[in-house]
């Protein structure tokens, strides 16, 4: 059974269009997060939500909007996409109790032309 | 602000010897985690070794163990009989206490495993 699921995994796409990552996790963990890796493989914080919260919101455009439906899911939408936001987009999860070990989706490599 | 720097962007090994990644980081912070995420090309995220910074024992798990000093803010993980699985990227990370924090990464390492 996938932990934490991202549909799609690839996504080719052309400027100027809006797209969306959709993450899942099945793990009972109230909070998710989004990262973003670029192409030097440099991996940095975007948002996160605990309970469907925003609790993390790093210095990101506008045009990248979260929205967590309930604590199993965390999307991604973009707005206008620009050439520079190619790159790799992980989701994780863990809890805010305990240890709070992060598991990582498999990533979405989004590509834009 | 807390920052991780990994210095070796590239690092390769004989099969079967003993390799070492270099990690310092910054914080003021008392309570933190450190950690080791390994991706190899398939591009997963895989958690290698944890350490407690209130733990002052070295963190094992197999062949992977780190040497943590504290003071000088150093996590290297070593690596002991390499295998050619063990090629990929190594990505050191910092994360604040406890609770739902965000990790901080380090640029990594691309680890080659020569046969």
């Known amino acids: 059974d996938t932990a934490v699921s991202q549909t799609p995994k690839y996504l080719v796409t052309q400027m100027g269009n809006d797209k969306s990552i959709k993450c899942e996790q099945n793990?009972?963990?109230?909070?998710m997060y989004w990262y973003k890796q670029d192409s030097k493989k440099f991996l940095k914080i975007m948002f996160s939500?605990?309970?469907?919260?925003?609790?993390i919101n790093e210095t990101v455009p506008n045009r990248f909007s979260p929205k967590s439906p309930d604590k199993a899911h965390l999307n991604l939408h973009i707005n206008s996409l620009e050439l520079g936001d190619s790159a790799v987009y992980f989701c994780a999860s863990s809890s805010s109790g305990g240890y709070n070990e992060q598991f990582f989706g498999p990533g979405t490599r989004l590509t834009v032309l | 602000a807390q920052t991780v720097t990994q210095s070796q962007p590239e690092m390769s090994v004989q099969e079967a010897e003993t390799v070492t990644l270099s990690c310092t980081y910054d914080?003021?912070?008392?309570?933190?985690?450190l950690f080791w995420y390994k991706q190899p090309p398939s591009r997963q995220m895989i958690l290698v070794i944890r350490?407690?910074?209130?733990?002052?024992q070295n963190a094992t798990e197999n062949r992977f163990s780190v040497n943590f000093q504290k003071a000088a803010k150093s996590f290297s993980l070593k690596i002991s009989d390499s295998q050619l699985g063990d090629a990929a990227m190594y990505f050191c990370?910092?994360?604040?206490?406890?609770?739902?924090?965000?990790?901080?990464f380090g640029q990594g390492t691309r680890l080659t495993i020569n046969p």
């Open positions: 914080t003021s912070e008392s309570d933190y985690y």
């Open positions: 350490q407690e910074a209130y733990k002052q």
């Open positions: 793990l009972g963990h109230d909070t």
């Open positions: 990370a910092y994360r604040r206490g406890k609770g739902a924090q965000k990790l901080v």
């Open positions: 939500y605990n309970n469907k919260e925003l609790i």
